[in-house]
């Protein structure tokens, strides 16, 4: 099993479109994460954190549960703009400084 | 500017022919990794680290060597290059691996 894991989409959405992904992690010690977002053959760039309490930016949630280890990103009113790749990213608990990307999920919004 | 630099932005080598990969940061940041980045595999780490002289492996360390000698410098160096390190490479560095990483614009390496 991967330590982690994404549906690869590509997931495609019409402008104003409500659009959810998750990612699940396999390290119960998990202790940071995060999502980022690729744009076709672009470096990746931090798109937010994700904290125990579920955080929000704009139209962009971001949620943890530990007990099921996943975390998941609700993009709502989706822009043209919102089309990328975006990559989730844990860093994998105390003693370990390494960080694991999942594969990415592709949006394609759609006008 | 705040940035991560790398070079080259491309290379075309053959087998077996020593190449290095420079990355640099201007953000005094102490953690810095590498990443090469294939199709369906996304990005794997290849090494990083923690602070000058400060280097551990990570996922995919097998064929790369780094060096730590100075803060902002994070080279990575391929001894024997070989058809199966042809991949895009990505250097980051962040305060440390709970912070934001700031990813350098990516290194097209093609081996033949």
């Known amino acids: 099993r991967k330590e982690v894991e994404q549906d690869p989409g590509p997931f495609n959405v019409p402008e104003g479109a409500t659009v959810a992904f998750n990612c699940t992690y396999s390290?119960?010690?998990?202790?940071?994460f995060f999502w980022y977002r690729q744009d076709c053959r672009k470096e990746p760039k931090l798109l937010m954190s994700?904290?125990?309490s579920g955080n929000e930016d704009g139209r962009f949630t971001a949620q943890l549960n530990r007990a099921s280890q996943y975390i998941s990103l609700l993009i709502r009113d989706s822009k043209l703009s919102d089309s990328a790749t975006y990559l989730c990213v844990v860093n994998n608990g105390p003693g370990r400084r390494a960080l694991t990307f999942g594969s990415g999920t592709r949006l394609q919004v759609q006008p | 500017e705040a940035q991560v630099t790398q070079n080259p932005r491309y290379l075309i080598t053959v087998t077996g022919k020593k190449l290095t990969v420079t990355c640099s940061q201007n953000?005094?940041?102490?953690?810095m990794s590498w990443y090469r980045q294939d199709p369906g595999l996304g990005l794997r780490q290849i090494y990083y680290?923690?602070?000058?002289?400060?280097?551990d492996k990570g996922d995919v360390p097998e064929g790369y060597k780094v060096s730590r000698k100075e803060k902002r410098n994070f080279p990575l160096i391929l001894e024997s290059p070989s058809p199966n390190q042809t991949s895009l490479y990505f250097c980051a560095s962040s305060l440390n691996p709970s912070y934001e990483q700031y990813f350098g614009p990516g290194t097209r390496l093609t081996v033949t």
């Open positions: 953000m005094n940041h102490e953690y």
């Open positions: 680290s923690m602070n000058v002289e400060v280097t």
């Open positions: 994700v904290y125990s």
């Open positions: 390290n119960s010690a998990s202790q940071s």
